[in-house]
């Protein structure tokens, strides 16, 4: 039971991760475009 629970964390990590990832990947660069958009 208790190992099962652990597996089922430590898979819900990975699934994070592999969202969360790409994700921050994507809206860092339009994070900065859009400060840049504000300056000018």
Same mark, same amino acid.
């Given at each position: 039971?208790? @190992? $099962? @629970? @652990? $597996?089922?964390?430590?898979?819900?990590? &990975?699934? &994070? *991760?592999?969202? &969360?990832? !790409? $994700?921050?990947?994507?809206? $860092? !660069?339009?994070?900065?475009?859009?400060?840049?958009?504000?300056? *000018?």
């Amino acid at each position: 039971m208790e @190992q $099962a @629970q @652990q $597996a089922r964390e430590g898979f819900n990590a &990975l699934k &994070l *991760n592999g969202v &969360l990832k !790409p $994700a921050s990947a994507v809206a $860092a !660069p339009t994070r900065r475009r859009w400060r840049s958009v504000r300056r *000018n």
